[in-house]
């Protein structure tokens, strides 16, 4: 496969949480170096950020369902300006992009002017998620990387990549090296929604889950994803 160009990394909410706090320093540092690891190796990489550090609609029934996914979006929107001026004070260039425009906070997604900051070394942060209820920052990320032609999806989650069953509830859990979109719906994982394996599977998006806490861990995983649209962990 050749190399990957330009990268969409998901990153989960709850990635960035520690204990009782939604958006820790430490992890936040982490973050930094997976960027630092795209600019030397002049990897051009967007950002999809979750929400759920602090909101999931489906989580929160005491209000309608389509409201409460909206406060997860603007919780997205949160973690998105958290992490860009984050970025930006360790000396990234970055910028924020939003599914919907808060003006003259967050401008609107426009794939012309990222696919611009993106060739000039930008990170871009995607918030937001698709602007609509009813789906999820996963979905978002297999949207966005095939709206700019990206290379590939990484997600970066809490645990080090695909399992057949639930690592943190089930301590038995295997991880699964490599597999088919097809063999993911079929074993109906919970690695990532259904909707997002199916936008991936259908437009051949190859995808890795990895451990957000092992940014050495970039090498490895570029090397895996071989362009045979396979999930890999
Ligand atoms: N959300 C939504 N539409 C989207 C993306 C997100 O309604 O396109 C809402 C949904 O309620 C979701 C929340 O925002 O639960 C936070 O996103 P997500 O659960 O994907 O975050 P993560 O689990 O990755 O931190």
New binding site residues.
Partial sequence: MKKAQRILLKI???ALKKNDHPLATELLDLLVEHTRYCQRESIQLAIVI????F????QNAMIDRST??SV??L??VMNGLVITRYLESHGIEASVWGAFEIVSLVPAFSKVDVLKDLAQGKVTVLVG????????????AVLRALELECDLVLKATKVKGIYDQDPTKHPEARLLKRLSFKEAEHQKLGVMDQTAFTLASEHRMPMAVFSFYQPDIWPSILNQTDGDYSLVS
Avoid at 129 to 140: A, E, I, L, M, V
């Fill in positions: 989960s909410g709850e979750g929400g759920g550090n909101w999931r609609g489906a409460s996914d997860g979006m919780a997205t998620g698709t602007g609509s209820p009813y789906f999820t920052t996963d979905s978002c």
